[in-house]
């Protein structure tokens, strides 16, 4: 009777031990990848602000409309505001939505 409780007690001391030990390691693991999430988050804002910007700075570069499409600096004018109004949908929903 002994020897089998000795042996119960070993074994769920190990198993403890053991599990306990991979605890610790997956916390250490989740840990990491909040601060990853963190930095993405950070990062993201961060891109989100300076898309604002540059699209804030092309309307108001654009407001006359002086750009047209039929020359060089009109179409990558227009390419670059798609990009942006793309992105910006992406991130932020519809420009509609805000105004």
């Known amino acids: 009777m002994t020897i089998t409780l000795l042996l119960i007690i070993i074994v769920f001391t190990i198993s403890g031990g053991y599990f306990g030990y991979r ?14 999430i963190d930095e993405l988050e950070f990062t993201y804002s961060m891109v989100l602000d300076k898309t604002k910007e540059a699209y804030e700075e092309m309307k108001r570069i654009d407001t ?5 499409s039929d020359d060089e600096s009109g179409t990558t004018f ?14 932020n929903g519809t420009q509609e939505e805000e105004k």
């Open 64 to 68: 006359v409309g002086a750009f047209q």
């Open 23 to 36: 605890a610790y390691i997956l916390a250490g693991l989740l840990a990491d990848q909040q601060q990853y």
């Open 78 to 91: 227009l390419l670059l505001k798609q990009v942006i109004d793309d992105l910006y949908k992406e991130t």
